[in-house]
């Protein structure tokens, strides 16, 4: 094993890391839902930036636009508009709370070892070239080569809408 480099991408990497586990353990912590959807929202702030990490700005994008915005204003949304009422918790019981810490501690120990004793050199000698503009090739291969699955896909969301619309109006009445 040798020293850790703590150039820039490290750092990004380990404070986005940070932000992804601490979202994802307060999501499954708090009582309150509109807390849960706040740190499932830094959840997808934390992926969308590791898709930039990876050049990925195209899923970065979707990510932080779709996800972290639209699904948690949903969620949100929905919550204000329910009757939503706060269930009294049953009683966790202390042997289903150890074995469960003691599976979490052999799931992160095997998982340790596994990565650990990983070989993830590239055996074919050279790394491809990367894309100079993927968010163009991505456009350029949906509107070119996929244009009909496309169209369906809008046709179909447009069809779920009008079908949510008029289910959502019959129980107002």
């Not at 934390?46 to 949903?74: R, T």
């Not at 599976?103 to 070239?129: E, H, K």
């Amino acid at each position: 094993m040798g020293s850790i480099d703590w150039n820039g991408e490290f750092v990004a990497f380990f404070v986005l890391s940070v932000l992804m586990i601490t979202g994802s353990v307060l999501m499954v912590s708090f009582t309150k839902v509109v807390h849960m959807v706040l740190s499932l929202a830094a959840v997808f702030l934390g992926v969308g930036g590791m898709f930039i990490m990876l050049d990925a700005e195209f899923l970065a994008f979707v990510q932080v636009l779709i996800y972290a915005g639209a699904v948690s204003i949903l969620m949100i949304f929905g919550i204000m508009m329910t009757n939503h009422q706060e269930a009294s918790g049953e009683s966790v019981k202390p042997l289903r709370e150890t074995l469960a810490a003691v599976a979490a501690i052999a799931l992160f120990g095997l998982l340790f070892f596994v990565i650990q004793a990983a070989d993830f050199t590239d055996t074919s000698g050279a790394a491809p070239p990367p894309a100079a503009d993927n968010t163009l090739a991505i456009g350029e291969l949906l509107f070119h080569g996929y244009i009909v699955p496309f169209e369906l896909v809008s046709v179909l969301l447009t069809v779920a809408f009008i079908g949510a619309i008029v289910l959502a109006r019959k129980e107002a009445d």
